[in-house]
């Protein structure tokens, strides 16, 4: 990249944004990614101009062509952050940095323009000072974020699109756990793999979550909440969910993830854990975990606790995987010491209750 061209954004204001009553009522129960702020983000990359057109403008449909190539060839990056409210009205951002450098790699890989690091974090200021009252105030609450960069070229030819729109959008979340932290059980995925060697699996792109979505109704039909997939090549190595990193928590208090394999996607959440569990002591790991040892370390107890993590859940026990015709349940069943204490050390740094000893946070909006 050349250096970044300058971030000066436009605004156009809303002309009917949600009203207090409106907004009071969203707030009172958002659930996830059913409400949307009352604007959004948008900027346009071309070849010549290069990253052009940052603006803030009213929320609403984008038209499209039909024969815009993201329709066609799945061109297309995206990124998950969130924004949180402090007890003294601030509202603060976790690692977005390393959200705007992963966009980066995701875009690389995607053959799509990358983003300067300024412009991802000031297109949320930017949206975060017209859009602010829609951070939620409360435990475990946030307003959640989402860029997004896609093919926005009109042209059915399959090389990299010269026309790319980046945009943000935002959305109101409640709690993940409304009425406490509750395990979850995992469906092994026999049949499919989500990444293979060389492939997307390292770029957060829809393509990886379209390939996802039939494995997740096979999860769901077997009562379980979220899937969990091994590698392409073996079939035999434990790489992560649909959505979220695995760890495992051993007897002797050393924890273990899997090691990243250019086919798993680097949480920022799991980064986060990994120092995390270095302070409260743990011997942290990052090898290749077979799915043997799952089931064998939870049957004899070497393993004492499994656990998901990501943006949107933060830390999820898991109590059991299910594949067909067994089911391994990790210690009793219910969410793990270890687990919680780890949870607890990361809201707490988010939600500004800790301090903020590895300088994760920025302050996006003042008091
Ligand atoms: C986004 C994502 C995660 C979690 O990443 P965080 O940065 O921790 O939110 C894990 N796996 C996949 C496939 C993802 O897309």
Redesign the pocket.
């Known amino acids: 990249m050349t250096s970044a061209p300058p971030f000066e954004p436009t605004v156009e204001r809303n002309p009917h944004p949600r009203t207090a009553g409106e907004l009071d009522a969203i707030l009172a129960d958002p659930g996830f990614g059913n409400h949307f702020t009352d604007h959004m983000f948008l900027a346009k990359w071309t070849p010549d101009e290069g990253w052009a057109y940052p603006r803030i403008v009213p929320y609403g449909p984008l038209s499209l062509d039909p024969a815009t190539a993201v329709l066609h060839y799945a061109q297309e990056v995206f990124e998950?952050l969130k924004a949180y409210a402090h007890d003294d009205g601030s509202t603060w951002l976790f690692r977005p940095e390393a959200n705007a450098e992963r966009m980066q790699r995701s875009s690389h890989r995607l053959a799509l323009p990358e983003l300067p690091t300024e412009w991802f974090i000031g297109s949320i200021r930017s949206l975060l000072e017209v859009d602010g009252r829609w951070v939620p105030r409360g435990e475990e609450r946030s307003l959640y974020l989402r860029p997004f960069m896609f093919a926005s070229e009109r042209f059915l030819g399959v090389r990299p699109a010269q026309h790319v729109t980046y945009g943000l959008i935002a959305s109101p979340a409640g709690a993940y756990f409304p009425s406490g932290v509750k395990p979850v059980s995992i469906w092994l995925s026999t049949e499919f793999n989500r990444a293979g060697p060389g492939g997307t699996g390292a770029a957060?792109c829809g393509g990886?979550y379209a390939s996802s979505l039939l494995p997740q109704q096979e999860a769901t039909e077997h009562g379980c909440a979220q899937v969990a997939f091994l590698d392409a090549a073996e079939h035999k190595w434990v790489e992560?969910?649909?959505?979220?990193?695995l760890y495992f928590v051993h007897a002797d208090g050393s924890i273990v993830t899997p090691s990243l394999s250019g086919s798993i996607?680097e949480?920022?959440?799991?980064d986060s854990i990994i120092a995390l569990a270095r302070d409260l002591g743990h011997d942290v790991v990052e090898r290749r975990v077979s799915i043997d040892e799952w089931r064998e370390g939870t049957a004899d107890g070497s393993i004492t606790e499994v656990f998901a993590?990501?943006?949107?859940a933060v830390v999820t026990p898991v109590k059991s995987l299910k594949w067909d015709g067994g089911e391994a349940v990790a210690a009793d069943g219910e969410a793990g010491k270890v687990t919680m204490d780890l949870r607890s050390a990361l809201v707490d740094i988010q939600y500004g209750r800790a301090a903020d000893r590895h300088n994760w946070m920025t302050r996006v909006l003042g008091p």
Do not use: D, P, Y
């Not at 992560?240 to 990193?245: A, F, P, S, V």
């Not at 949480?267 to 799991?270: L, S, V």
């Not at 993590?309 to 949107?312: E, K, S, V």
């Open positions: 998950g957060k990886n992560e969910l649909g959505g979220m990193n996607l949480g920022i959440t799991r993590c990501g943006t949107a």
